[in-house]
């Protein structure tokens, strides 16, 4: 149908411009003015008549001009839609961080999350602040939802975070509710563990968990995750508990450094106590 359609359109002017040198020459042979007058009229509505016949006969080119206008019509549209919709949730994101950044005492560097890596099976990120903005080696890391992990290397300009996510990290975390303390281990999948809980100890699923005063690398009070699953395991005198991270590590973008590094001597007394220990076990 379309091959025909381009058919008719293609040649169309000149199966009229045939038509129209017959009618002439036989005008020319007859030689009559008065019937002239006559045909004149006939050839004038016969011409008419078919042009309002293939009025509707539509002129590919034209079709594929206008098709690709409204092509790019569209994209245009779908490109300053996803634009609106990404610069909306951008703002609610600086307004959540701007609101919790208020409420916060410890004096925090904001920062964007530009890279992701993995070294030695353990999980990264990079920031996009250093040492020019008075970063350093040992200042958590966090979002407005809640601790993420530790500066590890630190640069002029940029930073490598550990976060959570690593079997190697063991967090003094407690929780809120009753003020119990344990260990936060990750658990290699979606969820932490929280260690060290005797069972005869209170925790419930919904409860939330924040990093302890007994914590040597993290402030106090930041929060973490929450207990989403308790089993009490007969053979073990502990609980089993899930514990679900506030922080998702697969979609960070923008993070909060905590300018704040655990008291030194305090540190190097811990050392030398984890260093006797070892050198005891063997």
Same mark, same amino acid.
């Given at each position: 149908?379309? $091959?025909?359609?381009?058919?008719?359109?293609?040649?169309?002017?000149? #199966? #009229?411009?045939?038509?129209?040198?017959?009618?002439?020459? #036989?005008? !020319?042979?007859?030689?009559?003015? /008065?019937?002239?007058?006559?045909?004149?009229?006939?050839?004038? &509505?016969?011409? &008419?008549?078919?042009?309002?016949?293939?009025?509707?006969?539509?002129?590919?080119?034209?079709?594929?001009?206008?098709?690709?206008?409204?092509?790019?019509?569209?994209?245009?549209?779908?490109?300053?839609?996803?634009?609106?919709? $990404? %610069?909306?949730?951008?703002?609610?994101?600086?307004?959540?961080?701007?609101?919790?950044?208020?409420?916060?005492?410890?004096?925090?560097?904001?920062?964007?999350?530009?890279?992701?890596?993995?070294?030695?099976?353990?999980?990264?990120?990079?920031?996009?602040?250093?040492?020019?903005?008075?970063? %350093?080696?040992?200042? =958590?890391?966090? *979002?407005? %939802?809640?601790?993420?992990? +530790?500066?590890?290397?630190?640069?002029?300009?940029? @930073?490598?975070?550990? *976060?959570?996510?690593?079997? $190697?990290?063991?967090?003094?975390?407690?929780?809120?509710?009753? &003020? +119990?303390?344990?260990?936060?281990?990750?658990?290699? /999948?979606?969820?932490?563990?929280?260690?060290?809980?005797?069972? /005869?100890?209170?925790?419930?699923?919904?409860?939330?968990?924040?990093? =302890?005063?007994? @914590?040597?690398?993290?402030?106090? &009070?930041?929060?973490?995750?929450?207990?989403?699953?308790?089993?009490?395991?007969?053979? =073990?005198?502990?609980?089993?508990? /899930?514990?679900?991270?506030?922080?998702?590590?697969?979609?960070?973008? $923008?993070?909060?450094? !905590?300018?704040?590094? =655990?008291?030194?001597?305090?540190?190097?007394?811990?050392?030398?106590?984890?260093?006797?220990?070892?050198?005891?076990?063997?």
């Amino acid at each position: 149908m379309l $091959q025909l359609l381009n058919l008719i359109v293609k040649f169309k002017d000149y #199966a #009229a411009l045939t038509l129209l040198c017959i009618i002439s020459l #036989a005008l !020319i042979s007859i030689g009559d003015v /008065s019937k002239i007058g006559g045909y004149r009229a006939f050839v004038v &509505g016969t011409i &008419g008549w078919l042009e309002e016949a293939f009025a509707w006969v539509p002129n590919p080119d034209a079709l594929k001009t206008e098709n690709r206008a409204v092509r790019e019509l569209n994209l245009y549209l779908s490109s300053e839609l996803m634009k609106s919709r $990404q %610069a909306l949730t951008e703002n609610k994101k600086l307004r959540e961080m701007l609101d919790f950044k208020q409420g916060i005492d410890y004096n925090l560097v904001s920062a964007e999350v530009i890279g992701k890596s993995t070294i030695e099976l353990r999980e990264y990120i990079t920031i996009n602040k250093g040492k020019k903005d008075r970063i %350093a080696r040992g200042m =958590s890391v966090r *979002t407005d %939802a809640g601790l993420t992990g +530790i500066v590890v290397v630190v640069e002029d300009n940029y @930073s490598l975070v550990e *976060t959570l996510n690593n079997r $190697q990290v063991k967090i003094s975390a407690k929780v809120d509710r009753t &003020g +119990i303390d344990g260990i936060l281990v990750w658990g290699g /999948s979606t969820y932490f563990n929280m260690m060290n809980i005797p069972r /005869s100890f209170d925790v419930k699923v919904g409860d939330e968990l924040m990093t =302890s005063n007994y @914590s040597r690398k993290y402030p106090p &009070g930041i929060p973490i995750g929450k207990v989403v699953n308790v089993e009490e395991d007969k053979s =073990s005198l502990f609980h089993k508990i /899930s514990v679900e991270p506030f922080v998702s590590f697969n979609t960070l973008e $923008q993070v909060f450094i !905590i300018q704040y590094i =655990s008291d030194p001597e305090r540190l190097k007394l811990i050392q030398r106590m984890e260093e006797r220990l070892r050198l005891l076990k063997k």
